[in-house]
Each structure stands twice: as C-alpha cells, then as structure tokens.
C-alpha cells in the first residue's frame, strides 16, 4: 500500500516568516494530494489540494506544489500569522475512498 | 462543501460499554467514512460507510467492535462496543460530496474510556 512520510513534526517561525511542510508518497498510481489543517479540539479542515495533472496550485497566502517525478509535495504558506498555528496534515490517494495520511506537522507562529 | 456534526462532541465511558456517535450531514452524500485519530496521532480509517449495504472495514478493524449503520445518504452512525482504554481516540466522521475526491470532516467525538 501507500507510505506518507511527513517532515517536519514540529516547526517553529516568526510571525511574518515563510513555513514549508513536505511530503513523500511512495506510490506513483496516486493522483490526488490533499492538506488538512487541524486546530485544537477541532476536526481537519480542508485547506488546499492538488490533482497529478497540476504542477503548482495557489490560493491567498498558501501554495502546493507536486513533483510527480520525485514523488513529493509540499505546503507552503507565506506572510505566517499566529492564527496559522495548527496541525497540518498532508495524505495521498488514488480512489477516493482510500485516504493515506502524514503524521503531521505541528506549526507554531511566534507573535 | 457540507456542514456536519457529530453527537456526542465528547464523552467519558467506563470501560465494558459501548458507545454510539451520530454524523449528520446538511446535504445528501454519497460517501461517508469513519476515522480515528489516537492522542497526537494521525488519522487511520476505520470503515467506509455504505447506505442500503454493509459497511466495509479496513484491516485491523471489526463489525464485531465498530458496527456502522448508514441508514440515509445523510446519516450515519459508529458504535464503540465493549470499550476498553485503548479506544480512548477522537473519532471523526468525513463525507466526500461528489467532487473529484475532496473529503470534508466533521467536527470530532472525543471519547475517554476510564
């Protein structure tokens, strides 16, 4: 099956800063690359995704990015604020009914 | 992308019962999964809800411990039977709308067994 591996566990910045959260899938039949956003006592929100046929895709102050070749993407989210402090969760697919997700990063925005 | 709930949003069982979690979703769906997530974990899926058919569960987990009703393409519902500490988690339930394979959680059910 898929394996998604997820770096950093923990990152720290300063408010205004550039954070960037990569991940690995090992099966190259996956098509569709997800990032979930969770705060506390919350469930995964939905924030940003991306389709095998898609190189980058862009939205305010978050981008993903896919490199099918490498087999990785990544999350990046400009101009940090502290309301951006969360557990982010990135997860691989390639039927819909079949999620595998990253262990998660855990993002602390400094004020 | 749907409103859903879930009752109970938190709970403290003994352990040797069982406990039933209710997902409601504002819009008919055709897709509805179970997940749980242990303390500072990630997500594992439990089963895939079918309306009008069994439940189909991923490796590792039972009908016997988690049985599933999805009575509606609305409404769905996850048993915790015969609790023991270990099924101390946050259970979520998603939906997937139609769209291409976008899933969209609900709220959570965190659940401590004593």
Known sequence: ?111 | SAVISQKPSRDICQRGTSLTIQCQVDSQVTMMFWYRQQPGQSLTLIATANQGSEATYESGFVIDKFPISRPNLTFSTLTVSNMSPEDSSIYLCSVGTGGYYEQYFGPGTRLTVT
């Open chain 1, 1 to 111: 099956g898929e394996n998604v591996e997820q770096h950093p566990s923990t990152l720290s910045v300063q408010e205004g800063d550039s954070a960037v959260i990569k991940c690995t899938y090992s099966d190259s039949a996956s098509n569709y690359f997800p990032w979930y956003k969770q705060e506390l006592g919350k469930g995964p929100q939905l924030i940003i995704d991306i389709r095998s046929n898609v190189g980058e895709k862009k939205d305010q102050r978050i981008a993903v990015t896919l490199n099918k070749t490498a087999k990785h993407f990544s999350l990046h989210i400009t101009e940090t604020q502290p309301e951006d402090s969360a557990v982010y969760f990135c997860a691989a697919s390639r039927r819909i009914n079949k999620f595998y997700f990253g262990s998660g990063t855990k993002l602390n925005v400094k004020p």
